[in-house]
């Protein structure tokens, strides 16, 4: 830290000694700007109000907020390090804006200690989705890459032009330009949002823009259009009003809705709160389900992204919570579905900029790690809204930007890619189970995956449920390991052809519980068999013999480092020598048997014939016994000789 810097910091650590003494004593001038989102007014303010020393703890984050929003991020991170270091005041939104701040400005060496401290307040799935991206950012994505045409619209204003969508043949998106609307008030002295629509050439540029008339007319906000062509409906967003004018919640805050409009036909309210904004509605054909952006206490930072079951566009559900797979401690905002991947906007704190756009795979009721989308779709300024479809030979796509270069303050650009965006990812998920309970699940198993040079490209731990899930780039081979103490190791090699079957899929791993498939006999552990019998006087092995010692087989693929001993007995009948040369035979034949059937040779270290030297009850030379209590002394054991050794 330079000396500026520390009596710039001791400075704010003085004021916040005093200020945050007294209580606020009349309306605060700062809070009114920073409610209604004129940030740089709400900076003027509440630094004077701060001199005169009567600013709260909970303005001052305020405040903290207003720097962020006026990337003025050297303060802004200064004021959050204050806060943190003071209070608890601080939520993981609050955080993400602290992380992205320190991006931003001289301290970015801080970022990493600060995470460090903080990441316990982030689910385990924001933690795997950074590292995830992080290695592939600074691994570099060049390879794998797409070779993007990318041009900006000759129909962007040099107001704001963002949130493009496809209708029908034409393009609709959101502009502030001012045609018939009311001007409003700060932050960015435009006309209200108003929806346009397009006609969209062969090259992807548009002509032909005028207002889009199929919408009930308002003074006041229209935005963020999205179409279904199955409902023959546009979804979007507006302002709250009341007999045509604004309304307002009893702390003077307006918010926005969704409406949906039948083309031609009937509108309909379907979200409106006046405390809660939604934003970018999107509706699936395919599910029936409306997907939208909000700000609602259960989130997991500012904005995230639910979705609600409808039936026909009508709502029929509470709003669901995607989750932390997708949403994160920032924002995130602008869902679209095209071809089984998700894609949306986040600022969260790892990305490039502000507003990055990532891909996740669509995975059943869940999804895929968000995969950024990287340069050049991405960029240090804020990108977001990506809409795409396919055309002629290839895709074409739209997404908002105010990258460096444009019209406006946000422009629409256009972009022709021959493959779909995002880098291909291949995932495993499922269960690990016990082999020979395939209904048991193993939690706390190691799970891992290896490329063909023997490293480990991703390794995750099964949960108390057994589940497990790994998500790396795409490979045309890998191997899968799977272990826990006791346990067996599962080793499985799969090629392209099997990996692209199972995409959408789940594989359960089975593996063998040591203490399932040994029991004691006898004073030792041996492999656990039911009781099988060769034919008098025989040597050859039947078929239930057999059967029985497949159970021998698995064990050793199961365990390769037992080392076992064959043991076979005999009842006391017939001449001893011959007993012994009949029991050697037979556990001779069990051993040629095994190492056929793939069991290593020097892991059965003897195969042995005792006879009838270990008679079990009294039927002894010439002792009168049932047939029954003789044949409890034929017997043939596998012992594991290494048990006690074996997990050391």
């Known amino acids: 830290m330079n000396h500026a810097t520390k009596i710039q910091v001791t400075l704010w650590a003085f004021l916040l000694g005093v200020v945050f003494s007294f209580a606020q004593k009349k309306k605060s001038q700062g809070d009114v700007f920073f409610f209604q989102y004129e940030y740089q007014k709400a900076v003027d303010a509440y630094e004077q109000e701060m001199s005169e020393g009567v600013i709260t703890k909970e303005q001052f984050l305020n405040l903290a ?155 006041y906000h229209e935005a963020t259009p999205s179409f279904s062509s199955e409902l023959n409906s546009v979804f979007y967003v507006l302002s709250n009003t009341q007999d045509g004018e604004l309304a307002f919640d009893a702390n003077g805050k307006n918010a926005l809705a969704i409406a949906k409009q039948t083309i031609g036909g009937s509108y309909q309210m379907l979200l409106k709160d006046l405390s809660t904004s939604f934003y970018y509605p999107f509706y699936d054909d395919a599910s029936g389900k409306l997907y939208f952006s909000a700000d609602f206490e259960d989130g997991y930072g500012g904005t995230d992204i639910y979705f609600v079951y409808t039936n026909n566009g009508q709502v029929m559900s509470a709003p669901i919570n995607l989750g932390p797979r997708i949403n994160s401690s920032g924002n995130e905002i602008a869902p679209y579905i095209f071809e089984n991947s998700f894609y949306f906007a986040s600022d969260v704190f790892y990305g490039l900029g502000g507003m990055d756009i990532y891909k996740s795979n669509i995975e059943g009721e869940g999804f895929g790690i968000p995969i950024n989308l990287g340069n050049p779709i991405n960029t240090e300024f804020d990108d977001f809204g990506m809409i795409i479809r396919n055309e002629g ?204 059937k793939g069991v290593p040779a020097n892991s059965i270290l003897y195969s042995i014939g005792y006879g009838e030297d270990k008679i079990l009850n009294n039927c002894t030379n010439g002792v009168f016994c049932l047939e029954v209590l003789h044949k409890k002394n034929q017997r043939s054991l596998v012992v594991v000789l290494n048990d006690n050794v074996l997990f050391d």
């Open 393 to 596: 030979e290839g895709l074409l796509g739209y997404f908002a930007s105010n990258r460096t270069g444009g019209k406006g303050k946000d422009d629409i650009y256009g972009f022709k890619v021959d493959e779909k965006p995002g880098l291909k990812t291949i995932t495993f998920k499922g269960a690990v189970v016990n082999a020979s309970s395939t209904s048991e699940v193993v939690p706390n198993a190691s799970v891992s995956l290896w490329d063909m040079n023997g490293e480990m490209l991703a390794e995750t731990t099964s949960d108390e449920q057994g589940q497990y899930r790994l998500e790396i780039p795409y490979e045309t081979e890998l191997v899968l390991d799977a272990s826990r103490e006791r346990y067996s190791r599962f080793v499985k090699k799969f090629e392209q052809e099997e990996l692209d079957a199972f995409q959408n899929g789940t594989f359960d791993v089975p593996i063998a519980f040591y203490d399932d498939l040994v029991e004691e006999r006898e004073g030792q552990k041996v492999v656990k068999m039911d009781d099988f019998y060769f034919n008098t006087s025989s040597t050859q092995l039947t078929d239930d013999i057999k059967s029985e010692l497949t159970k021998v087989v698995d064990f050793a693929k199961a365990f390769p480092s037992a080392q076992l001993r064959i043991e076979t007995y005999t009842d006391s009948r017939g001449g001893s020598s011959t007993n012994f040369r009949l029991t050697q035979a037979r556990s001779d034949a069990i051993k040629k048997y095994l190492v056929e």
């Open 65 to 219: 907020d207003a720097y962020f929003e006026t990337s003025n991020f050297e303060k802004a991170s200064e004021a959050y390090m204050e806060v943190y270091g003071q209070d608890s005041l601080m939520d993981a939104h609050h955080y993400n804006k602290m992380l992205q701040s320190l991006s931003k400005t001289p301290q970015i060496e801080g970022k990493e200690g600060f995470l460090a401290n903080v990441s316990s307040h982030f689910p385990k799935e924001l933690m795997e989705n950074k590292e995830f991206n992080d290695q592939l950012l600074q691994n570099g994505t060049d390879e794998n890459q797409l070779d993007y045409e990318i041009f900006n619209l000759e129909g962007n204003s040099p107001q704001t032009d963002f949130a493009p969508s496809f209708y029908n043949d034409k393009l609709l998106f959101s502009s502030g330009r001012q045609v018939n609307k009311k001007l409003r008030y700060e932050p960015s002295n435009e006309g209200y949002f108003n929806i346009y629509e397009s006609e969209i050439q062969p090259t992807g540029q548009i002509t032909s823009l005028q207002t889009f008339q199929e919408l009930k007319d308002t003074d």
